[in-house]
């Protein structure tokens, strides 16, 4: 049987900034695995403005327990005023998803 996982999609407007915020998702246990996709073009209207720019696009991978966690992580330290934030539940193999699930548990203190 397949199992949930989330997946989080944005953009961002250097490498720099891109690997810093795949970086503290990651260090955090708030996904699994960031794909960066790499550099895309994309053209958007912006406060009246018909804009063009080239962006990094990540793709990150999580658990539904930490996906509140992971949107919160990359709203707050998004270096845009209002960054692509784009959230989709799909059904990951067994292996996989249980993979998922496994890397963002929490860590147990005893």
């Known amino acids: 049987m397949n199992v949930p996982v989330i997946l989080f999609l944005t953009t961002l407007p250097d490498a720099a900034s891109a690997s810093a915020l ?13 794909t960066n996709l790499g550099t895309v073009s994309s053209q958007y209207h912006w406060k009246g403005v018909l804009e063009s720019s080239q962006e990094v ?8 327990a930490r996906s509140d966690e992971l ?3 990359i ?12 959230v989709w539940q799909a ?14 548990q929490r860590p147990l203190h005893v």
């Open 22 to 34: 795949a970086q503290a998702a990651l260090e955090a246990r708030l996904a699994a695995c960031v």
């Open 57 to 64: 696009q990540l793709l990150f991978k999580t658990s539904v």
């Open 71 to 73: 949107q919160r992580l």
């Open 75 to 86: 709203d707050e330290q998004h270096p845009y005023e209002t960054p692509e934030i784009l």
């Open 91 to 104: 059904d990951a193999s067994p292996g996989y998803g249980q993979w998922v699930n496994e890397e963002t």
